[in-house]
């Protein structure tokens, strides 16, 4: 079965008492349940990590790579704006990624318009909430189809 490494970056283990308005009211537990069994139905292994550390971050990305994981769905958080470091462990492990963000950083304040990320991921996805992971799911399981 296909493997798919969903990486959640800091902060965002306090969905759903980390403004609401913004980031919706679902638990980090809740989306990572969603993307279990949304992945199920579409025949992939998806696994989820998340971390508050830059580094760590970087570890779990070099070892999607040992274990051969064939995409990775990515929301940075706030590592979006300013991480050279994970740009580069993720070039460097040539996994196809999608970008992923809850809320639509091209709405916000400008320092949320830089993307260390975008012009590397295969496709960005931004504003839809939790839904935006299930939407990249479907993405990869389609991808999958036609290669
Ligand atoms: C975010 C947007 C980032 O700018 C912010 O730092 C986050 C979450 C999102 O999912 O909308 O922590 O990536």
New binding site residues.
């Given amino acids: 079965m296909p493997q798919v490494l969903i990486l959640h970056?800091p902060?965002?283990n306090l969905l759903g008492t980390r403004e609401p308005d913004v980031?919706g009211q679902q638990t980090l537990a809740d989306i990572d349940a969603d993307c279990l069994s949304h992945g199920q139905a579409l025949g992939l292994d998806v696994v989820s990590f998340q971390s508050n550390s830059e580094g760590s971050l970087v570890d779990r990305v070099q070892q999607a790579a040992a274990d051969g994981a064939d995409w990775i769905v990515i929301?940075p958080?706030?590592y979006?704006?300013t991480s050279v470091a994970l740009r580069d462990a993720l070039l460097g492990t040539a996994i196809p990624f999608i970008e992923v963000?809850?809320?639509n950083?091209h709405a916000r304040e400008e320092f949320?318009q830089t993307s260390y990320f975008s012009d590397r991921a295969v496709g960005v996805i931004c504003g839809f909430g939790a839904q935006g992971y299930r939407m990249a799911l479907d993405v990869v399981a389609a991808q999958l189809k036609t290669d």
């Fill in positions: 970056g902060n965002l980031y929301n958080a706030a979006t704006h963000h809850l809320s950083v949320r």
